[in-house]
């Protein structure tokens, strides 16, 4: 066939090429006229942006072709809210989708530039917590690349989580500042903005054809401006767009207070109003109740769903038709006003009939559920909700109203259900119920790992599944192989290419081939060689970050996750400071040399999770100081985890810890991500570590500790935690040792309030598994001195991974939930 003109001239153009000499050409055209440097005074950072503008140019090709596919398709989108997006680094994923990382690697080796020392200098935007954000991104990375219409919506905070510092061991928090050197992804488009109202009150009037309206009068408006950054999907043309919103004062200045000589008033609104975005809340599981938290959250989802209802405008289609053409699930309850906002939109701004308005929300949303934890189920204060959205409030109620009905048809007489199922707690001090609010106005509900799908129906859920069985569903979380195997794990990615093909990249099904290999010496000498230079790579950052040298033989026995009682951090603490007593009596004790890894940030008011940062601190300054330890212990707190430092801390694991209360972990993802980098997991029967074991086998698996149902039987019957340490004299001994200020530098009130709450209450049961769990690493230990056996365990893990990509579980959803298919873009005709 002839080349076609244009054709050729768009694959060597220095804007969409993608071989290394246009490449070269495109980075140092974006040096000159987007970085505004010359060459010879450009810094590694000039470099990075010229060459982070060069491969976000190749994605707006696909983008703009992905806009105009859907633009003449008839199609479902699904649009996928939440309040977290943790993306990570975006420079080496976006070359590994578009597979030019080798073309990039040498285009700027000509330029005299380092590929991996500027991939070092992208700052992470950290607009997420953990697991609940980094779980979306990980979904936007699979709709991509499944070829999923879909749009990721939420906020797009100036400040996202803090940075984390160890200082005198103990965590300070310092700003996040990911925007303070500009953000070559993100695309700021003041054109596509909306406005959404806060305060004031509700009018009811009635319309020239006889039907009652209802105004609403806010108190102050805020404007959300759309900051866009293209999603690539993986070797596929679909680049789908992830849309963050932005506050913005509506005016700069409110003229009439202004000329009334109040300047501070004035100034003050926009002051508020450009506070909404400002900040991600730093707490993980538990919900602070702040009034700033709401109005953020109806902050994006009300100029998320104004941005749907535009979208079915430019398209021509009715308003009737909004259920057909989107699909918006929630990712946990932060979104769930959502139900009433999308009420308000159809009612009060689209004058549909309320019964044809229920429809449409009921037909368009849906809802996960990410936590059975009391305390971290959203409830709003009524007077802070009315204050704050009054008609939202008022759809609510009238929601609620009708719901009642059909509650009260169905179980007549029992006011007690009536009161559970309501959308309005009346007991003490009244509180909208978000799970409720979800639940009802949802198509579907969801749990995230088949435990966690049970126990909501059996729990939090259990009128709502009676009443409505058909709704709820499971869909097991999953992770992006293609940035926790692919790009953070290069040297796994060449070993599985020559053994299993490349395939398993985009079906991780695949890697089972793995089986065939698993005792074979040779291939096995191979798999520890990859482990092995991982250890070492990790060793280097550990050296770096925090001064210690590792041993990368020991075996690197990881814990990192958000801290928090129920992930029980403190349980692996008091194991390591048993293991350091038994070194200490017995110095002759011949044991496999091992290396405790924590990391993970502390919500900044959550004083128990920072006092356990500084136990782990001060157990390491210990340990790593006394030579009884040498080359026996070492232990390590690693600082500020995050997706970039997850990126070389997965691939370095053996062993997996994952020993939450079981009925605790919702699903849990670090888990899924150890499991494929061929990591051993020791755990408990909690959230997906159940599927773990399943699909791995429990002989290869290291399993202890309490089932749920176990736990809650011990909370019925009541629990004696003192009772456990009469029964265990090293125990005993951990604890004595902590209280008596040995890694407290003699300071005896240090650690107390850690003590005390474990002698008192322990109300994670971390001293009735501590026996279990210390019989359990001893197992550990003993499959460790086995290198053959290990590795063997090693492979089966990665080899058995394959339900944990996030493929399968954005399928399931596709399936089950979202009635949606595939769309294939086509490049070459549309340049
Ligand atoms: C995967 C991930 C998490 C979630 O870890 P869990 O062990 O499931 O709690 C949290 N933070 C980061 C940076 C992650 O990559």
Same mark, same amino acid.
């Given at each position: ?270 002051? =508020?109003? %450009?506070?909404?975005?400002?900040? *991600? ?7 602070? &109740?702040?009034?700033? #938290? $709401? !109005? ?99 759809? =609510?109620? %009238?929601?609620?109203?009708?719901? *009642? ?7 007549? &007489?029992?006011?007690? #259900? $009536? !009161? ?412």
């Amino acid at each position: 066939m002839a080349a076609d003109p244009t054709t050729t001239a768009v694959r060597s153009s220095a804007r969409t090429g993608l071989d290394a000499d246009a490449l070269k050409r495109g980075v140092l055209d974006n040096l000159i006229c987007l970085q505004a440097r010359p060459p010879g005074i450009a810094t590694p950072h000039d470099w990075y942006m010229a060459l982070a503008y060069s491969v976000r140019d190749r994605m707006l090709a696909r983008w703009a072709a992905t806009f105009q596919t859907y633009a003449e398709r008839e199609l479902r989108v699904t649009c996928y809210f939440s309040a977290e997006f943790l993306i990570g680094p975006q420079l080496g994923n976006n070359l590994v989708n578009l597979g030019i990382e080798a073309n990039a690697r040498a285009a700027m080796q000509a330029l005299g530039q380092d590929l991996d020392a500027l991939l070092a200098i992208e700052e992470e935007p950290g607009l997420g917590n953990g697991g609940l954000g980094r779980l979306a991104a990980c979904y936007l990375d699979s709709l991509a690349t499944l070829e999923i219409p879909s749009v990721g919506y939420g906020i797009r905070y100036e400040f996202g989580i803090f940075d984390q510092e160890i200082r005198d061991g103990w965590q300070v928090e310092v700003t996040d500042k990911w925007l303070q050197k500009g953000n070559p992804w993100e695309i700021v488009r003041p054109n596509v903005a909306y406005y959404v109202a806060f305060g004031g009150h509700t009018q009811s009037e009635t319309d020239p054809q006889g039907r009652l309206r209802v105004q609403w009068i806010p108190a102050h408006m805020v404007k959300g401006v759309a900051c866009d950054t293209p999603m690539l999907g993986f070797r596929v043309n679909t680049c789908n767009t992830l849309r963050l919103w932005k506050s913005e004062a509506v005016e700069s200045f409110d003229l009439q207070d202004f000329n009334a000589g109040d300047y501070y008033q004035a100034v003050q609104e926009k002051v =508020i109003s %450009e506070t909404l975005s400002k900040v *991600l809340y730093p707490n993980d599981e538990p919900e602070a &109740g702040k009034r700033l #938290r $709401l !109005a953020q959250q109806y902050f994006f989802v009300s100029c998320s769903l104004q941005d749907m209802l535009r979208l079915l405008d430019l398209k021509g289609e009715p308003v009737g038709r909004f259920a057909d053409m989107f699909a918006a699930q929630l990712n946990d309850t932060h979104p769930s006003i959502a139900v009433a906002e999308l009420m308000r939109l159809l009612v009060d701004v689209r004058l549909l009939p309320w019964d044809e308005a229920w429809s449409i929300t009921r037909r368009t949303l849906a809802y996960t559920n990410h936590t059975l934890l009391p305390e971290a189920l959203e409830t709003w204060g009524l007077p802070l909700f009315r204050g704050l959205l009054p008609r939202p409030l008022e759809i =609510i109620y %009238e929601i609620n109203r009708r719901f *009642l009905d059909e509650v009260r048809q169905r179980y007549p &007489g029992d006011d007690a #259900r $009536l !009161a559970r199922m309501s959308m309005i707690d009346e007991a003490g001090e009244k509180k909208v119920r978000m799970a409720h609010l979800a639940t009802v106005g949802c198509c579907a509900v969801n749990g995230v790992a088949a435990l966690h799908s049970a126990l909501l129906k059996q729990t939090v859920m259990r009128d709502f599944a009676q009443l409505w069985p058909e709704r709820f569903h499971n869909v097991t979380n999953g992770v992006t192989p293609r940035r926790f195997m692919l790009l953070s794990n290069p040297g796994l990615a060449r070993l599985l290419d020559k053994t299993v093909g490349e395939g398993w990249v985009t079906d991780l099904t695949r890697l089972r081939a793995l089986e065939a290999h698993a005792d074979d010496a040779a291939f096995q000498d191979e798999w520890r060689g990859v482990k092995r230079a991982n250890k070492e790579a990790l060793a280097q950052h550990i050296r770096s970050a925090v001064g210690v040298v590792v041993d990368p033989t020991a075996l690197f026995d990881i814990q990192v996750k958000r801290i928090h009682e129920y992930k029980r951090q403190h349980l692996n603490a008091l194991y390591v400071v048993t293991l350091y007593q038994r070194l200490r009596r017995d110095p002759q004790r011949a044991v496999a040399p091992r290396c405790f890894v924590f990391g993970g940030k502390a919500a900044p008011g959550y004083a128990m999770a920072k006092l356990i940062i500084r136990l782990i601190n001060g157990v390491a300054e210990v340990v790593n100081n006394d030579p009884a330890m040498d080359g026996r212990l070492k232990v390590v707190f690693f600082p500020d985890f995050n997706v970039k430092n997850a990126h070389f801390i997965y691939p370095a694991a053996d062993l997996s810890e994952q020993i939450s209360t079981a009925g605790k972990e919702a699903s849990g993802t670090g888990n899924m991500k150890f499991m494929m980098n061929g990591a051993l997991t020791i755990g408990t029967l909690d959230g997906a570590n159940v599927e773990i074991r399943e699909e791995v086998g429990d002989q290869n698996f290291f399993l202890f500790g309490l089932t749920a149902e176990q736990v809650e039987q011990i909370h019925c019957e009541g629990y004696r935690p003192a009772d456990c340490v009469n029964a265990n004299e090293e125990l005993r001994e951990a604890l004595d040792l902590i209280a008596g200020g040995h890694f407290s530098r003699g300071d005896r009130n240090m650690f107390r309030p850690l003590i005390e709450n474990l002698r008192q209450t322990d109300p994670f049961l971390v001293l009735a598994d501590y026996a279990a769990y210390v019989a359990c690493q001893e197992e550990v230990s003993a499959a460790w001195q086995d290198a053959r056996r290990w590795t063997r365990m090693s492979i089966l893990n990665t080899a058995r991974a394959g339900k944990f990509s996030s493929d399968r579980a954005i399928r399931e959803y596709c399936e089950q939930i979202w009635k949606i298919h595939p769309v294939s873009v086509d490049l070459d005709q549309r340049l």
